[in-house]
């Protein structure tokens, strides 16, 4: 074959993979059998392989592979994401309804969509000539986030649309409940935290930074909405879904056009019993008018459409009786009360456990064990005891007595002013925050060290083998050996994995530590701003409080971690073992321009915004901070400057018009 034979074949097997990727994954329907399937797919690869310019974004050999990514650029949508005004029973919607008939009198001219409403998590497509060309989060409906790789992975959306048509889909993506069963089963397994529902496993799994990731979880997708260009535009909502269906999305097939509100109101009750035999979470029904001039004509408020309204599905509610309360100790010293129940059937699982939140509640409800509870599961929250049928509590129950001491190692508990819940002070020696601290470490968003899981931990501890997580780079493979059922090549894959996780990225390090408040986005916020743990070690609560997106409750917590002397120690230690305490800075980002350069903006800069001022100095690998101090580099004045400008005056910090800071930037 000659460049131009195999450029036509490349595109002949695109075409052929993308229509069987279609019918076995929208469709249900495969035509030929997977192993025909593999073939086409192989000889793309192959082709693809040996001529790597023909290689295009969207092939469909393109939907894996991706590296992980730091972070997820923001992007502002084409057209804003309006959330939806929520109807919590019938009347509230009888209420919407009425309120479109002052504008559309004649309710024999109302059709309306009903469509349920998925729980996961809300995404936008961008086509451009048919071709996918960014998926983004809603975020607030004007600014998102870009997880086109992520998205990439998802086998129901299409790459290529059958038509070149220039448009933006809109859907959701959500992990059907078998997916979810399995993964919660495998993270049991490798003593991972368990995920609380499909909605949360869903969206952690879309917003992973590891692409490869999201391709194993498993997700799905259903399109409910699309703004097509040009004049191919259908005149109605359930026409639009209908085209929409015909380019190759996927689209929900319990959807139902509805004339009148009675079968919208039908359409709701059927579901409000049906929906637990459904394969995926759905926690109500969007209902939506139909035509679209109507829709433009009833126009939005400033939050939401009010051609479109939310039912939400009533909370699933059910009566068991209390067996016990037991507290769990947490990596941080928290206490939380856990209620064990005889085990109920609520929403469509098995309940055993539910949450009490803290002691106020139980003793603002009076809860006791042996009493008859009321228990609910609302879409997005694990079970919570929300009550106590009083005319089913047993003559002898007692009042429940709030433990004093930890559960684990005895120490009486404390509790900070204005706040409800009660702490474990042992940090060095309470068996339960040792554990759960290392448990944490090795997790998978932190230093992310495989075989080492919430047994071994126990193991490890329970032998003196490891006190902090700095013990782990300290054993041998004598040290695993000694353990129970451990043979040679188990001990030596452990030792090499807590080896091999001397050189994560600082951001993980960071989430690694187990710092109050601090997560994962906090702590990668934090590792744009301090590039070693002696440079966040010694910044003060001013500094950091002014960080973007960091507020006084974190910084304080930041504050207090590196102040305590078993951190110092675990510190020390952990540099002794080689375990790398910065961010390794590649040569390219030491000479840039403004490196260890910080900056604070104020007033209005007339030729950009604010924050596209701040994304420069931080591409020229500057710092932004929001507060002047005496380590501030460079404060920006534009127009109206607020009192920081004052503040550097008063500093002697150099101060740049906007003029001066161009001409510093080009
Ligand atoms: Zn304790």
Redesign the pocket.
């Given at each position: 074959m000659d460049k131009q034979e195999i450029k036509q074949r490349i595109e002949a097997l695109r075409n052929q993979i993308n229509y069987h990727n279609y019918l076995y994954y929208v469709k249900d329907a495969p035509e030929i059998s997977d192993k025909e399937f593999d073939e086409l797919f192989r000889e793309l690869k192959r082709l693809e392989q040996e001529n790597p310019e023909f290689i295009t974004p969207n092939s469909p050999s393109q939907r894996i592979g991706a590296e992980p990514s730091p972070g997820f650029e923001q992007v502002k949508h084409k057209y804003r994401l309006y959330s939806l005004d929520n109807a919590n029973d019938g009347e509230e919607l009888v209420e919407w309804y009425n309120r479109v008939r002052k504008t559309f009198p004649e309710p024999e001219q109302l059709t309306f969509v009903c469509e349920l409403k998925i729980d996961g998590l809300a995404i936008t497509l961008t086509y451009e000539d048919g071709n996918l060309v960014r998926g983004a989060t809603r975020g607030d409906g004007q600014v998102g986030e870009d997880i086109t790789t992520n998205l990439k992975t998802i086998n129901t959306i299409p790459l290529t649309l059958f038509k070149p048509v220039n448009l933006e889909a809109r859907g959701e993506v959500f992990m059907p409940i078998p997916s979810f069963e399995k993964l919660n089963e495998k993270r049991r397994h490798a003593g991972e935290p368990e995920f609380a529902n499909p909605r949360n496993a869903g969206s952690g799994s879309v917003r992973q930074l590891d692409p490869r990731i999201t391709r194993e979880r498993d997700l799905d997708i259903f399109i409910y909405a699309g703004t097509i260009e040009g004049n191919s535009c259908p005149p109605t909502h359930w026409e639009t879904i209908k085209y929409l269906r015909g380019l190759g999305f996927k689209t929900n097939p319990s959807s139902q056009l509805c004339h009148g509100i009675q079968e919208v109101s039908d359409y709701c009750n059927k579901w409000n019993t049906q929906r637990f035999d459904l394969p995926y979470a759905t926690d109500g029904v969007v209902v939506k008018i139909n035509d679209l001039h109507k829709q433009e004509k009833l126009g939005y408020t400033s939050r939401s459409p009010r051609w479109a309204i939310a039912y939400k599905f009533p909370p699933e509610q059910a009566l068991t009786k209390l067996i016990d309360i037991q507290l769990s100790?947490g990596r941080t010293?928290a206490v939380t009360p856990i209620a064990h129940v005889e085990p109920v059937k609520l929403a469509g699982s098995v309940v055993k456990r539910a949450s009490l939140h803290n002691a106020d509640e139980i003793k603002r409800l009076d809860i006791r064990i042996g009493d008859t509870v009321w228990i609910k599961k609302a879409a997005e929250i694990i079970p919570k005891i929300i009550g106590v049928n009083m005319t089913k509590r047993p003559p002898d129950t007692q009042l429940f007595e709030y433990p004093q001491t930890?559960p684990?190692?005895?120490?009486p508990l404390e509790r900070e002013q204005d706040e409800v819940i009660y702490y474990?002070p042992?940090h060095t020696?309470?068996?339960?925050?040792i554990r759960g601290r290392l448990e944490h470490w090795v997790s998978r968003d932190a230093m992310n060290i495989d075989w080492v899981g919430e047994s071994l931990i126990k193991q490890l501890t329970d032998k003196g083998l490891v006190k902090d997580p700095s013990d782990l780079y300290a054993l041998t493979q004598n040290d695993i050996l000694s353990l129970e059922r451990m043979g040679d090549k188990l001990a030596e894959n452990i030792i090499n994995a807590i080896q091999e996780s001397k050189n994560r990225p600082f951001y993980r390090l960071i989430n690694a530590l187990g710092i109050k408040y601090v997560g994962k986005e906090t702590a990668y916020i934090l590792s744009q701003n301090y590039h070693s743990i002696d440079e966040l070690k010694n910044a003060n609560f001013e500094e950091i409080s002014s960080i973007e997106g960091i507020g006084g409750k974190i910084a304080a917590s930041i504050v207090n971690f590196f102040q305590e002397q078993h951190v110092q120690d675990m510190l020390e230690k952990l540099k002794a073992y080689g375990v790398k305490l910065y961010e390794e800075k590649t040569e390219a980002a030491k000479s840039l321009p403004f490196a260890g350069q910080s900056f604070v903006l104020t007033g209005t800069l007339k030729s950009m915004e604010r924050n596209t001022a701040g994304e420069i100095i931080k591409k020229l690998g500057g710092k932004v901070s929001g507060s002047v101090s005496k380590n501030t580099d460079y404060v920006v004045v534009g127009e109206n400057p607020g009192s920081k400008y004052d503040k550097a005056l008063q500093l002697n910090v150099k101060i740049l018009n906007e003029d001066d800071f161009l001409k510093l930037t080009e």
């Open positions: 100790v010293g930890c684990v190692c005895g120490t474990c042992n020696g309470c068996e339960a925050q």
